[in-house]
């Protein structure tokens, strides 16, 4: 038990690192909260700041989940072995990391509990668990983006894609290396970060929610002087 409260805690203190208001200010000195959505994640870093300071947002993002599944995840504080009935221990731990990292990226300590959605911070998880899983999902994401042009739409499908994935690839076509914690966990982080896009699932409904406009390298709000 000692080992999964290090593992998480641990987890979670690397989840808050908040990337993109460390990024803003170090770049722009903007805090990417009081502009654009007033969200504080790698999209809206992308919106206000442009790219550049997007693709850095997003590289700290995703390695906060790498970080968490992959490294702190191994952490062993005592030789205690925890069995869980029908489940890789390992794995286990790494989903728990996982989700913890998740947790924090959306509630970070570091910046007053008001962190971004965890889009990117899961994807860095699930790709330290299964990274074939979460190709398909990345392309899922992609197509459903490129096709609508709505950002947290294809968030909402990704989420939902990657259980959906691990489940098919696990019991249809008998890939037991999958352990099915994968599948349990998975499904609790989705269910997060569908909670975390509620106000996008509204503005979806209702026709209000932004689209990107254009593919090219964005210059950001404060590339064009609105901030």
Same mark, same amino acid.
């Given at each position: 038990m000692l080992n999964a409260i290090v593992i998480v805690v641990l987890s979670y203190l690397a989840g808050s690192i908040p990337g993109s208001l460390w990024v803003g200010r170090a770049l722009n000195g903007v805090d990417v909260r009081q502009h654009g959505s007033g969200n504080m994640g790698a999209t809206n870093t992308f919106r206000v700041l442009g790219w550049k300071a997007g693709v850095l947002a997003t590289l700290i993002d995703v390695g906060k989940g790498l970080l968490a599944a992959g490294i702190i995840a191994t952490i062993r504080v005592t030789p205690e072995v925890i069995e869980f009935p029908f489940w890789n221990s390992d794995v286990f731990y790494q989903m728990v990391a996982g989700v913890a990292a998740v947790g924090g990226h959306m509630y970070p300590i570091w910046a007053g509990f008001r962190g971004g959605k965890g889009m990117n911070t899961a994807a860095g998880v699930l790709f330290a668990i299964t990274p074939y899983s979460?190709?398909?999902?990345?392309?899922? +994401?992609?197509?459903?983006? %490129?096709?609508? &042009? #709505? =950002?947290?739409?294809?968030?909402?499908?990704?989420? =939902?894609? +990657?259980?959906?994935?691990?489940?098919? &690839?696990? #019991? =249809? +076509?008998?890939? @037991? &290396?999958? @352990?099915?914690?994968? %599948? =349990?966990?998975?499904?609790?982080?989705?269910?997060?970060?569908? #909670?975390?896009?509620?106000?996008?699932?509204? &503005?979806?409904?209702?026709?209000?929610?932004?689209?990107?406009?254009? +593919?090219?390298?964005?210059?950001?709000?404060?590339?064009?002087?609105?901030?």
């Open positions: 979460m190709w398909i999902t990345v392309t899922v +994401f992609l197509l459903v983006v %490129l096709t609508t &042009r #709505y =950002v947290s739409l294809g968030s909402l499908v990704g989420a =939902v894609t +990657f259980p959906s994935t691990v489940a098919i &690839r696990k #019991y =249809v +076509f008998g890939i @037991d &290396r999958l @352990d099915a914690s994968i %599948l =349990v966990m998975s499904l609790l982080i989705a269910a997060g970060l569908i #909670y975390a896009h509620r106000t996008n699932i509204s &503005r979806l409904l209702s026709g209000t929610e932004n689209r990107i406009r254009t +593919f090219r390298p964005a210059k950001g709000m404060a590339g064009r002087g609105e901030l």
